[in-house]
């Protein structure tokens, strides 16, 4: 029975709140500038968004925590940014506002100027008029948008890069190869902790290597027959046998597969154009796989090197952050915090190697665990916003 | 029953100016109109307790949240700290507490706009109720080693927890550098809270060991009832007293504390399974004198009430309440036993089933007090063997040191003893 009562009345508040918004939307920008208080709390502006009036309904700018009411009155969809109009840099962005559709934006705005930015899909932007802000604390953080024509230079230079590490790797499973044609365990164990490292320094997170990351690194995940299962090939299949003391002579086919695939991968990356959007979610990714993957033991199929494969991971992330680096020195201002942790991770991680061999994952101690998850952690937290700022954005 | 529960939500109705207000965190505050909105719907929610829980201001010289009735849902957190010194730590207090503060407080949270993700993960929609959320930070011995250079710093009982006669620790259970208890009327506020926290301290701390709560409706009255269906925390002593509260829970100058602890108190808590397939395999008369309460009431075995005195003296050997029942053996209710009452902020758990396909669920026992030895284990070790030991197995825990209060915006947990 109190159930029952207690789901009535929140639904009748629901209600309300509903009625309340929709007035909202349809009273205009002079209900909105009266202050009248929305479901959210925060005070709000109807802004128009098309090519003619973009910008209009900004009667009366106040600082402080806000909420813009962006309705897209044009044919097609539009982007938005608030803006500072001096330099561009961008206090807030709304992507994909449909036709006749409303979007929210919930910013916070100090003393300064501010101008909204329309860019519909399929035509120049358009800035509409400057609104001034005065007296009030500190406004959102802000920064300059980075365009695509930014991030080619940066884009081409990390493709090199990759292009190089990829011929080293060709050379590097042709030695496994051979190591296990010879028949040589501990040169072929070598080769493999060698070659596989060589592969994670290039950071082939999420797909960025497509298909050929399957074949070249895959684990047995959706494998039906596990370590058993035809499809389980690359380094991982090599690794169990290697460390399951399977005969050399056994791992022949799969080490020859994976020079081949790794050969294949390399004639390919030649002729491939990396998407340069991509290089800020790069800058990111690898180590959110490090932490899913290595740190957590998942990829593990034996020869306990899953700190290894964390520390070229790292190298693996700052070879983007290098060529990220000059747009990311005008606009992130935790840069060089993020740097010192990245010293701070290398250094932890190469502390796991003694004289010369990596320590397995499960004998770290609790204590040593602990540092590796917190110091990967922040790194990825400082990470993420590296890719958001080197999110392509249009300014034309 | 009106109004008990509602606070969080009347908080997000009402909007910003709710923030900063006193907030009624339990207890039968009237439903206020709020002007802006048109007015405010009372949310009926079922009731905790049976007593008005006090206001639960995020400042003062206590942390306040110790001393509230157990709300609906809890997570309690056991960290180790990684920050690599010092200042780190004190960096990692600063921030844990102005996230606290925060959260609780409620608001509107900030937009990153393009320099990173969202900051809040979105889960309790845009705006977070005012009061709806308690936190409560404490520090474990293992704090006091010689990484932070607070070596003989420690209060003055604070060890690791023991292993007592009738617990079966696991290490992976037990202990940690800080506590943090969470506590809400709802499962979303207080995983809200945790992701929050845990996401701005990532490099700083780790996570432990975590055990969830709630804590039941009164069914049908009364106190809150444990998974054994026994009414538990009847006999606490009275938060709303202050001088009860400076007696048995607040550590003070008084009571040899270091300067820096002085407002603090000791937490204990403790994760007990309860064998529930086997207690369901026994009689209720057995169940009862095992308890010395009846379990529909709640009434002690010589009463009619929930909240009727068990009279120990007119029942020397037993006949009526068991010399070795739980309540005589907790509380003998005698002056020699009188301060050694503890405050208790326990809650159910339920996580899942063992390997045997039996059900893993039980108490997670939270108590708090001015001296560990006197009170706590003055009881445990009375406790030590008790009939009901047979039907559950205390397997984690850990003693902590529930920090004084935040003073202020400028105060942190911690300040006095890291500067």
Redesign the interface.
């Known amino acids: 029975m109190?159930s029952t009562?207690?789901t009535g009345?929140?639904g009748?508040?629901l209600v309300?709140?509903g009625l309340?918004a929709g007035l909202l939307l349809t009273g205009g920008a002079d209900d909105a500038e009266a202050g009248?208080?929305a479901?959210?709390?925060?005070p709000h502006t109807g802004i128009e968004v098309s090519p003619s009036r973009c910008g209009r309904g900004w009667q009366h700018p106040h600082p402080g925590?806000q909420v813009f009411d962006l309705h897209n009155t044009s044919d097609t969809a539009a982007e938005v940014y608030l803006k500072n109009p001096a330099d561009g840099s961008?206090?807030?962005?709304v992507e994909g506002i449909g036709p006749g559709t409303t979007r929210q934006l919930?910013?916070?705005l100090g003393r300064g100027a501010y101008a909204f930015m329309c860019l519909p899909d399929d035509t120049h932007a358009v800035t509409g008029p400057t609104a001034r802000v005065t007296g009030g604390g500190p406004a959102?953080?802000?920064?300059a948008?980075v365009t695509e024509h930014d991030l080619i230079p940066p884009a081409l230079a990390y493709q090199k890069w990759v292009g190089r590490g990829l011929d080293g790797l060709v050379g590097e499973t042709g030695r496994l190869r051979d190591a296990l044609a010879d028949g040589d365990r501990a040169a072929a164990e070598d080769a493999w902790l060698s070659a596989h490292l060589a592969y994670e320094r290039l950071g082939a997170a999420y797909g960025a290597f497509g298909d050929a990351d399957g074949k070249i690194n895959g684990t047995t995940a959706g494998l039906p027959d596990g370590v058993r299962d035809p499809a389980f090939t690359g380094f991982h299949r090599i690794e169990y046998g290697l460390w399951h003391g399977r005969t050399t002579a056994s791992l022949r086919g799969p080490a020859t597969a994976l020079a081949a695939a790794v050969k294949a991968l390399r004639d390919d990356w030649a002729e491939a154009r990396m998407e340069p959007a991509d290089l800020g979610l790069r800058a990111h990714e690898i180590l959110e796989n490090t932490l899913q993957f290595e740190l957590t033991g998942r990829t593990d199929y034996g020869s306990g090197s899953n700190l290894a494969t964390a520390r070229a991971n790292l190298d693996g992330t700052r070879a983007v952050l290098a060529r990220l680096r000059p747009l990311l020195v005008t606009?992130?201002p935790e840069l060089p915090a993020l740097e010192r942790?990245l010293d701070?991770a290398q250094d932890l991680l190469d502390g796991f190697r003694r004289d010369g061999r990596w320590t397995p994952l499960d004998r770290l101690d609790?204590?040593q665990r602990?540092?590796a998850?917190?110091?990967l952690?922040?790194l990825v937290?400082r990470l993420?916003?590296v890719?958001?700022?080197c999110?392509a954005?249009r300014t034309v | 029953m009106s109004g008990v529960n509602g606070v969080g939500r009347r908080g997000f109705l009402r909007g910003a100016a709710l923030a900063g207000a006193g907030l009624a965190a339990g207890g039968a505050a009237p439903a206020q109109g709020s002007p802006g909105t048109g007015g405010t719907v009372p949310v009926p929610g079922p009731a905790l307790g049976t007593a008005a829980a006090p206001p639960v201001p995020f400042h003062g010289p206590h942390q306040t949240s110790v001393l509230t009735a157990p709300r609906r849902v809890t997570a309690f957190t056991a960290f180790d700290v990684t920050a690599g010194d010092r200042r780190e730590l004190a960096e990692l207090l600063r921030t844990l507490t102005a996230r606290a503060r925060a959260l609780t407080d409620g608001g509107t949270p900030a937009d990153p706009g393009i320099t990173g993700p969202p900051t809040d993960s979105g889960i309790l929609g845009p705006r977070l109720a005012a009061g709806a959320l308690t936190v409560t930070v404490g520090v474990g011995a293992s704090l006091f080693d010689d990484r932070f250079g607070l070596h003989g710093q420690a209060p003055r009982r604070l060890t690791a927890m023991p292993s007592f006669p009738d617990d079966d620790l696991r290490p992976e259970w037990c202990h940690g550098d800080l506590s943090l208890q969470l506590c809400a009327d709802d499962t979303d506020t207080v995983l809200h809270a945790l992701r929050d926290l845990a996401r701005q301290t990532r490099g700083g701390m780790q996570v432990r060991w975590r055990m969830d709560g709630f804590s039941s409706p009164p069914r049908p009255s009364g106190t809150p009832r444990n998974l054994m269906g026994f009414k538990d925390g009847t006999a606490n002593p009275d938060a709303g007293s202050a001088r009860e509260m400076d007696r048995l829970v607040w550590a003070g100058r008084d009571s040899g504390e270091p300067a820096w602890a002085v407002g603090g108190s000791y937490q204990v808590v403790r994760l007990i399974r309860m064998l529930v397939e086997f207690w369901d395999r026994v009689s209720l008369t057995e169940q009862e004198r095992m308890f010395g309460r009846n379990r529909e009431t709640g009434a002690p075995l010589d009463g009619n009430h929930e909240h009727d005195t068990p009279h120990y003296a007119g029942d020397p050997k037993g006949d009526v309440i068991p010399l070795d029942s739980h309540i005589r053996l907790a509380n003998p209710r005698t002056p020699a036993t009188d301060g050694q009452r503890i405050l208790r902020r326990s809650y159910n758990y339920d996580q899942g089933v063992d390997r045997n396909g039996n059900l893993d669920m039980g108490l997670l026992f939270c108590c708090y007090q001015r001296d560990l030895a006197a009170q706590f284990e003055a009881v445990q070790h009375r406790l030590a063997g008790e009939p009901l030991t047979d039907y559950l197995t205390p397997f984690g825990g850990g003693y902590f040191y529930a920090l004084p209060g935040v003073r202020d915006t400028s105060d942190w947990y911690g300040r006095a003893l890291l500067t």
């Open positions: 109190r009562t207690r009345a929140v009748g508040v309300a709140g309340l009248r208080a479901p959210d709390g925060l925590l961008v206090y807030g962005e919930r910013i916070r959102g953080p802000a920064a948008p606009r992130y942790k701070r609790r204590r602990e540092r998850d917190a110091v952690g922040d937290e993420a916003s890719a958001t700022l999110d954005r």
